[in-house]
């Protein structure tokens, strides 16, 4: 395969509130990753959200609150990329193309849409069922060699390098006459998180911690005040032995291991140090331990995302600006893969 520039992409979608899962899960590493010498890119993927109705004025809400979230954790627009997906339409029109390269059994075997979908499959839209081909083309616009990804979304980047692998297959030939050695898309890399890539929640630690999940003492939202935060964790649901000194005794005890996670999460430590820590501790002492310790780490960025939420011109002055940098990387992908491909198309300047 050709050699290609690291690029890092990845995608929020707008829709429910924000919660500790999506910043340790996402935000939080998406702010990690600037270090990097790589381009980042970050998406407030709201096309993907209008795969199942959202109300409108709810959408434009959330598409500028999930901006807030970025800029309150901490990425930097100037250094990284921040847009919202329906400013660059390159996305939509590369997914088509893609439609045609993806097989329809590749899809039968995505076992989100299975889930999200229930029993009423056949009133299911067909953007469910086609969401990970948009993602794969979120991916592949920008020719993204990593992607942070959880575990729910690993299928999805299979489909991805399915698709990459397939594309450069089917017009090798295309590919080479156009100048674009061993191959024009690359085979993206998952990224895989760290303690806490799967933040379950808090009143049942066999389920992920969802947006969608009635009971908001569930989960934590990035937008609870401190006493809110301290006052979910104090509720959520334990057993009645003391934590273990060994991390094998945390299994069979899902609710203890999701809590020493998100201590160790939001510490930067390992299970083994917090069990280093609070082995033989009752639930009475660890979970002030970590009301005190998440309330030092998301209070500071919920203050931030009210301040930054309240300034609406700028959250869309960062997306416009994003977008704008985005569809120029977006286009040249587009156009180069148009050539592949085949289409006559306008040619700029």
């Given at each position: 395969m050709a050699a290609f520039k690291e690029l890092v992409f990845s995608g929020v979608q707008p829709t429910g509130n924000l919660h500790l899962g999506n910043y340790l899960g996402a935000i939080r590493r998406f702010v990690e990753m600037q270090?990097?010498?790589?381009?980042?890119?970050?998406?407030?993927?709201?096309?993907?959200?209008?795969?199942?109705?959202?109300?409108?004025?709810?959408?434009?809400?959330?598409?500028?609150?999930?901006?807030?979230?970025?800029?309150?954790?901490?990425?930097?627009?100037?250094?990284?990329?921040?847009?919202?997906?329906?400013?660059?339409?390159?996305?939509?029109?590369?997914?088509?193309?893609?439609?045609?390269?993806a097989r329809l059994g590749w899809l039968n075997r995505m076992t989100q849409f299975k889930e999200k979908a229930g029993k009423d499959r056949e009133n299911a839209s067909i953007g469910l069922y086609d969401y990970p081909v948009l993602m794969a083309a979120d991916i592949l616009a920008y020719r993204a060699t990593h992607v942070p990804v959880g575990e729910d979304q690993k299928q999805h980047l299979e489909l991805t390098r399915d698709i990459a692998q397939k594309f450069n297959t089917d017009f090798?030939?295309?590919?080479?006459?156009?100048?674009?050695?061993?191959?024009?898309?690359?085979?993206?890399?998952?990224?895989?998180?760290?303690?806490?890539?799967?933040?379950?929640?808090?009143?049942?630690?066999?389920?992920?911690?969802?947006?969608?999940?009635?009971?908001?003492?569930?989960?934590?939202?990035?937008t609870d005040d401190a006493d809110t935060i301290a006052q979910k964790i104090r509720r959520a649901k334990t057993d009645p032995e003391p934590l273990p000194s060994e991390i094998t005794g945390l299994k069979e005890r899902p609710e203890a291991d999701n809590l020493v996670g998100l201590y160790?999460?939001?510490?930067?430590?390992?299970?083994?140090?917090?069990?280093?820590?609070?082995?033989?501790?009752?639930?009475?002492?660890?979970?002030?331990?970590?009301?005190?310790?998440?309330?030092?780490?998301?209070?500071?960025?919920?203050?931030?995302?009210?301040?930054?939420?309240?300034?609406?011109?700028?959250i869309e002055a960062v997306l416009?600006?994003?977008?704008?940098?985005?569809?120029?990387?977006?286009?040249?992908?587009?156009?180069?893969?148009?050539?592949?491909?085949?289409?006559?198309?306008?040619?700029?300047?």
């Open positions: 270090a990097r010498e790589a381009q980042c890119l970050y998406c407030v993927v709201d096309l993907h959200a209008i795969t199942v109705w959202q109300d409108p004025e709810a959408l434009r809400s959330q598409i500028r609150e999930v901006t807030a979230a970025f800029l309150a954790a901490g990425i930097d627009p100037k250094r990284s990329i921040v847009f919202n997906q329906s400013q660059v339409p390159q996305h939509a029109e590369l997914a088509w193309i893609f439609n045609c390269v090798a030939a295309s590919i080479a006459a156009q100048g674009h050695e061993g191959g024009f898309f690359p085979v993206t890399e998952p990224i895989i998180g760290g303690p806490a890539a799967r933040v379950m929640s808090l009143r049942d630690g066999t389920k992920k911690m969802s947006k969608s999940d009635p009971s908001d003492n569930s989960r934590i939202n990035l160790a999460a939001l510490a930067d430590q390992s299970r083994e140090d917090v069990l280093r820590d609070f082995g033989g501790a009752q639930f009475s002492a660890f979970k002030p331990a970590l009301a005190d310790l998440a309330v030092s780490k998301l209070s500071p960025i919920a203050g931030e995302m009210r301040r930054l939420s309240a300034d609406t011109a700028y416009a600006d994003g977008a704008t940098r985005a569809e120029a990387i977006a286009q040249e992908t587009l156009d180069a893969t148009k050539d592949i491909v085949g289409f006559v198309r306008r040619r700029r300047g």
